[in-house]
């Protein structure tokens, strides 16, 4: 049974006459019976009784008016919320980002977000890069701030650079120098996150370029583990970019190949081919426009990376 015939049946049973019902549609007298007789036999029941001119609601009719009214109810309800989704206003965004992305950009960026949008709910997801472009293509957050670029059919708009960096203990030989190579850390004992966050693949990936296997001690899901590690003395730390350093933090230096900068491009990943509400997409605009000016590694003087994805864009001065 239709909407329409659901508010015809309501007018007719307020006014219990259906020239005056169907004069306040606008609507024919002969189509609003029509329609009565079309939800009686769809029904199975008779909702009107009609005697001579005058119309009577049946005891069936009297209940399914009232259910009619929760139901008339719940559409405008529902009309209501869709309109202020639709209009940005309200709504769920459920975002999707590794621990350090989180702490170092997502966390700049929506307090003033939430202000501009104060009716807005927040849903935070963390993990690695890899398996947060996974969960926007299940559908499960609307937005990943990864290292993957669109290679997996998701629409991405460029960030900021993310570069692999090396945390030195304290007296170590290579804190003289301005970066570290790969090929050095051959006889290094190394302090490594899982391998689901991009950073390590790209320094797995570089390793069997250079053809050196260092001794791993740890491999964590915490890089300010790693670097509470390296305070200890117990080896260097890779580290990506986006960890947010606090004071009296181990020296840090750039993690190179043959002179170039390990690294890539941070997007923000969303799937086009699913409805996109206008807050995921002023949330993306935020984003864009807060590591136009600022984003975490900033200070390491991004020039050419080794591995970039096909979409780039200048490094922000």
């Not at 019902?21 to 609003?32: F, R």
């Not at 009784?49 to 405008?76: I, N, S, W």
């Not at 965004?93 to 992305?101: F, H």
């Amino acid at each position: 049974m239709e909407m329409r015939t659901v508010s015809y049946f309501i007018e007719v049973a307020e006014a219990l006459n259906f020239s005056s019902a169907a004069t306040k549609l606008g609507l024919s007298q002969s189509a609003i019976s029509r329609q009565v007789r079309m939800m009686e036999d769809e029904l199975g029941l008779r909702v009107f009784d009609r005697v001579g001119r005058k119309v009577f609601l049946t005891p069936a009719g009297h209940d399914l008016l009232q259910r009619c009214y929760e139901v008339r109810k719940g559409m405008d309800s529902l009309t209501s919320r869709a309109n202020e989704l639709a209009s940005g206003t309200q709504g769920v965004i459920r975002i999707g980002a590794t621990p350090q992305t989180l702490e170092s950009v997502v966390a700049r960026v929506l307090p003033h977000f939430m202000r501009e949008h104060p009716d807005l709910a927040i849903s935070l997801v963390e993990n690695g890069s890899s398996k947060l472009a996974q969960a926007v293509e299940r559908g499960e957050i609307d937005i990943a701030v990864s290292a993957l670029g669109s290679d997996r059919g998701l629409k991405s708009r460029t960030l900021f650079p993310l570069v692999a960096l090396v945390a030195l203990p304290e007296g170590h030989p290579f804190a003289r120098r301005r970066s570290v190579e790969v090929a050095d850390l051959a006889d290094e004992c190394v302090l490594l996150l899982r391998k689901d966050f991009m950073t390590r693949q790209l320094f797995d990936g570089a390793c069997q370029v250079a053809h050196v296997s260092p001794l791993v001690m740890i491999e964590s899901a915490s890089p300010h583990c790693l670097l509470a590690l390296v305070r200890s003395g117990l080896g260097l730390a890779i580290v990506p970019s986006t960890v947010r350093f606090e004071k009296g933090h181990p020296r840090v230096l750039p993690l190179t190949q043959k002179g170039r900068q390990l690294g890539l491009w941070m997007h923000a990943l969303w799937d086009a081919r699913r409805y996109t509400p206008p807050p995921v997409t002023h949330f993306i605009e935020a984003l864009v426009k807060h590591t136009e000016t600022d984003y975490p590694g900033k200070s390491f003087r991004v020039g050419s990376l080794l591995s970039n994805p096909a979409a780039r864009r200048t490094p922000p001065s």
